[in-house]
């Protein structure tokens, strides 16, 4: 499977953005998508799932309410809308790729895309 992410861009405090994850390969529909993101000097972090089977999502405390991920499964896409944004979003973000399952951490996917970067202005 590879991955393609984008929609990135500049954004004020507030805004929103809509990311777009591509995938290319077998099989989409048997793979949990996750997107992470990693900020300047952190570690990368886990943002919001949605698995494999149906619509069942899982997200961060620090976005739900505020960031919705979805699939669109003849398409092969995966999206994260992102609404009322703020500085702490700023990061690049990665989509993830695992068949069946995967959890809240790097290690659980094999697949990633390139990332693309998110900054909120204040």
């Known amino acids: 499977v590879q991955l393609q992410a984008f929609g990135g861009g500049l954004v004020q405090a507030g805004g929103s953005l809509k990311l777009s994850c591509k995938a290319s390969g077998r099989a989409f529909s048997t793979y949990t998508f996750s997107w992470f993101r990693q900020a300047p000097g952190k570690e990368r972090e886990f943002v919001a799932r949605i698995y494999w089977y149906g619509t069942n999502t899982y997200y961060a405390d620090s976005v739900k309410g505020r960031f919705t991920i979805s699939r669109d499964n003849p398409k092969s896409m995966v999206y994260l809308e992102m609404l009322s944004l703020k500085p702490e979003d700023t990061a690049v973000y990665f989509c993830?790729?695992?068949?069946?399952?995967?959890?809240?951490?790097?290690?659980?996917?094999?697949?990633w895309g390139q990332g693309t970067q998110v900054t909120v202005s204040s």
């Open positions: 993830a790729a695992k068949h069946l399952h995967g959890g809240n951490t790097s290690d659980d996917y094999d697949y």
